[in-house]
């Protein structure tokens, strides 16, 4: 299954306070645009986020459902992809001294999608998370609680050659 971590040079709280906010969302989350809360509070148990994720030419309309919370430390979200199926994304925060270790465990949960889970997909889910994880700790590391520049918040993952990052 895929599950990435990150060590972020900010507090659990810092990085609560960001992935609590759902209006966020799009900032650390690689894929979605035009976040849209549509029924509950963020990050509540049964709340829902909807979304627009781009693909080319191709716009699919998809929702993401708060399944846990453990304020402060553990979300656990059910992201529907229409006829894709769905996808389990459990973030669990631990305090590491005085910042926090950030752990990211998603594998497909319902529909067909898991039937096509494989290495090469679970390659590019790491890649995924390895962005959105670069992501999440930007926000978190800034200290000022300010937003990162429109080009950074776009769903798309830039790779560059030689570095051997996305």
Known sequence: MAVRHRLIQASPQAVWDVLADGNRYVE?????????PTSGQWPQVGATIAYEVRLGPVRLNNESVVRRCVAGSELEIEAKAGRIGTARIAIELR??????????????????GGFVHNVGVEALIQVRHRAMLARLAKLCESGDGSRPDPADTGGSVRFET????A
């Open 95 to 112: 305090s590491w001294g005085e910042q926090c270790l950030v752990i990211v465990d998603e594998h497909p949960l319902r529909g067909p």
């Open 28 to 36: 650390w989350v690689v894929g979605p645009s035009d976040v849209t």
């Open 162 to 165: 030689g570095t051997g990052r």
